[in-house]
């Protein structure tokens, strides 16, 4: 087990006890997240959002101003009305739908260049790209601050969701010195199943840890992800050997910069490896297929980074592959896609078993609404 956090650590900051505020801000369910990630330690050492020279620092070299490596700022973005009103020195409290989720102490607020950000962050300024889209919309004002106390917000799964005071616990009971950490936000087909039995032929265990929240349209619902992994993780692994619990979280998909936010969360967790494949938090084309990988060995992140390359089935080989280990062309090889599956599913045709387990294809199948309709 990965004994120390990030930084040092596990930040945990108490519950709200009252407290008299200046200003009362609402914030979103996103938000509300990222503060009850730092509240139970998973984006430990941050126990706030970034003040003006820290996030200059991670924007341009992915490290905050003390040095630890950090890639994507956590910013609080405000509006005008706040920016006229809020003064450093200020208590805010923090609510979402009239419910307390912090209070912060502010200890400045600026303003941010939203383009320079997006080609910096993202390597794009493109519109198409969702995580450029998010900032060009939002207000480019962030206020900073300490978080001194936070409550759990109203999360769908809380019963099933473990954070790092937990996994830790269970690797510690589990006697697990190394453990995988696996990152996903799909379904899974034999392709990921390929890449997580690899992790625990060397490891001792696999703390899968799929991203659940705000999706996009034709995205897998929530609930189908949890189904469909417990049904693997049932019929499949050894029990002691698997841990699983939802993340929440809202991808950005800054492939190689969010590859480093999800290596340093399992960090936190425990985890002493985690597993980076091809076009990693990547969407479209906006990355190159293993720039995640390269992105990652520039930086002493303190866990082991298990690239892996994509795995296909090849005819010839007659099974799943990746190119280290078969030397067949193109032709031969099938690959995996979202869209492959997607397309399975709307034609109620069953998928090949080399490409997708039966019984978890039934699990998926059995629902109605499989998809995610619109944000
Ligand atoms: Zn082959």
Known sequence: ??????GGKLVNIPDVSDREAHHTIEVS?????RIMNMKMGILSPLKGFMGESDFHSVVENQRLENGLPWSIPYTLDIGEKEFRCVRAGDTVRLSQNSGVIAIMDVTDIYRYDRIEYCRKVFGTTSTDHPGVRNIRESTGICMAGEIKSANLPEIPFLKETLFPVDTRQIFLERGWKTVTG???RNVPHRGHEEMQRTALRVTDGIFINP???KKKPGDYRDEIIMKSYDTLINNYYPSNRVLFSPLHYEM???GPREAMIHAIMRKNFGCTHFVVGRDHAGIGNFYGPYDAQKNLQAFELGIEIMNMDEVFYCKKCEQLATSRDCSHV????VHFSGTMV?????????PETYLFRKDVYETINRHDNKFVERV
Request: glycine letters at 16%; charged letters at 20%.
């Open 1 to 6: 087990m990965n004994l120390s956090a990030h």
């Open 29 to 33: 369910y996103g938000t509300a997240i």
């Open 330 to 333: 193109d032709g031969d090889r």
């Open 211 to 213: 991203v659940i929240g």
């Open 342 to 350: 997607r397309d399975t599913l709307k034609n109620g045709l069953s």
């Open 182 to 184: 696996f990152q996903t």
């Open 252 to 254: 950005s998909y800054g």
